[in-house]
């Protein structure tokens, strides 16, 4: 069974930095694509970063691009955000996803608040 | 402002067929697959529709999916409590290289 397991939110003040991780289970994840995708309390889901599974391609959305930093461990099974320059606006749960047919797996999201 | 545009809201009651609709451009719907999403309160999303119309294994074939130019739509039939939920449509986006998602349309079985 694929587990995904976030961790790494917390509360931290805008202009901070935090690094999110994400413990893979259950399934060859040095195969697998995977993405960062976010939801603001109470909002829609919006798409943050995509990375392919050697590492060699990847992409962010505008409003993350410079700011936040995708890797992964294929050794460790991990996936992981660093975040900084952290604004209100990245103020959210984040979600590990794999994707395959499409975001197939999500895990249970870790919260970012940020906040003074 | 999400890229894909869906309607905030839609409703029907049990038995009933809705259908959500979701616009975008010719750089995402236009030119790439549309995806769609379930997303039942407190829960993560779930997958339920890939590459336009095609059921992960396990989704009912009670939701269908369709696409015609830039614009697709969600179909759920014999509609059930349990279809309650948030609906969303995504798209990979040639001009923003990246994944884009609609703002979302809020279920509701009467």
């Known amino acids: 069974e694929v587990q995904l397991v976030e961790s790494g939110g917390d509360l931290v003040q805008p202009g901070g930095s935090l690094r999110l991780s994400c413990a893979a289970s259950g399934f060859t994840f040095s195969s697998y694509t995977m993405n960062w995708v976010r939801q603001a309390p109470g909002k829609g889901l919006e798409w943050v970063s995509y990375i392919s599974s050697p590492s060699d391609t990847i992409y962010y959305a505008d409003s993350v691009k410079g700011r936040f930093t995708v890797s ?9 955000l660093q975040m900084s320059s952290l604004r209100d606006e990245d103020t959210a749960v984040y979600y590990c996803v794999t994707q ?17 | 402002q999400s890229v894909l545009t869906q309607p905030p809201s839609a409703s029907g009651t049990p038995g009933q067929r809705v259908t959500i609709s979701c616009s975008g451009s010719n750089s995402n719907i236009g030119s790439n697959y549309v995806y769609w999403y379930q997303q039942l309160p407190g829960t993560a999303p779930k997958l ?5 119309n095609q059921r992960p294994s396990g989704v009912p074939d009670r939701f269908s999916g369709s696409k015609s130019g830039t614009s697709a739509s969600l179909a759920i039939s014999g509609l059930r409590s349990e279809d309650e939920a948030d609906y969303y449509c995504a798209a990979w986006d040639d001009s923003l290289s990246g994944w884009v998602f609609g703002g979302g349309t809020k279920l509701t079985v009467l």
């Open chain 2, 48 to 52: 339920l529709i890939y590459r336009n």
């Open chain 1, 100 to 116: 395959q047919l499409g975001f197939d797996s999500w895990g249970q999201g870790t919260l970012v608040t940020v906040s003074s």
């Open chain 1, 72 to 80: 992964r461990d294929n050794a460790k099974n991990s996936l992981y």
